[in-house]
Antibody, heavy 113, light 107 residues
Framework: EVQLVESGGGLVQPGGSLRLSCAAS????????MNWVRQAPGKGLEWVSS????????YYADSVKGRFTISRDNAKNSLFLQMNSLRVEDTAVYYC??????WGQGTLVTVSS | DIQMTQSPSTLSASVGDRVTITCRAS??????LAWYQQKPGKAPKVLIY???RLESGVPSRFSGSGSGTEFTLTISSLQPDDFATYYC?????????FGGGTKVEIK
């Protein structure tokens, strides 16, 4: 079965850090670029970051640039998002999504004191 | 950055109605556009990609058209399972972007 499974979400204080993971299965992970997309409570979808197949090209939304770092481990079919200096406005469900249109179920990140 | 504008933001319709949602891009994106359906508490589900290609397993009542800057998603005969929020997304640019969403409600 083709699937993506996110993990690592949780409650963190403003200024804190969190690392999200996304495990891929059922498709050739290193053939596709990968993305993180988030959705704040009651809001629309917001693209966060993208990484190319071999990590040669990396892009960030202005809202997270300098605070978030995307990476991938093709040997382990895994995608990561290191989130530092978290803000209340980063509270959202974070989805990983592949270039071949597979989405995970999402993981909730709550930034609150 | 490419801005995506969807209209309407809310749509009230009845079962059996033909429904059309519009998405406009701030610059030409060729046919690099996808449409998603999202239900509360669930991940988005791809309906259409490359502007008009139906994703495997998606009912044929869904169709997409357009190219350049103007795109439409059409549901030919609205079914009870179709009441949801719909988003367009461009992938012409590596800086992906989504429309603001269209909520399809029961009339």
């Amino acid at each position: 079965e083709v699937q993506l499974v996110e993990s690592g979400g949780g409650l963190v204080q403003p200024g804190g850090s969190l690392r999200l993971s996304c495990a891929a299965s059922g498709f050739t992970f290193n053939n596709y670029s990968m993305n993180w997309v988030r959705q704040a409570p009651g809001k629309g979808l917001e693209w966060v970051s993208s990484i190319s197949r071999l990590s040669s090209y990396i892009y960030y939304a202005d809202s997270v640039k300098g605070r978030f770092t995307i990476s991938r481990d093709n040997a382990k079919n895994s995608l990561f998002l290191q989130m530092n200096s978290l803000r209340v406005e980063d509270t959202a469900v974070y989805y990983c999504a592949s270039e071949n249109r597979v989405w995970g179920q999402g993981t909730l990140v709550t930034v609150s004191s | 950055d490419i801005q995506m504008t969807q209209s309407p933001s809310t749509l009230s319709a009845s079962v059996g109605d033909r429904v059309t949602i519009t998405c406009r891009a701030s610059q030409s994106i060729s046919s690099w556009l996808a449409w998603y359906q999202q239900k509360p508490g669930k991940a988005p589900k791809v309906l259409i990609y490359d502007a008009s290609r139906l994703e495997s397993g998606v009912p044929s009542r869904f169709s997409g058209s357009g190219s350049g800057t103007e795109f439409t998603l059409t549901i030919s005969s609205l079914q009870p399972d179709d009441f949801a929020t719909y988003y367009c997304q461009q992938y012409y640019s590596y800086f992906l972007s989504f429309g603001g969403g269209t909520k399809v409600e029961i009339k």
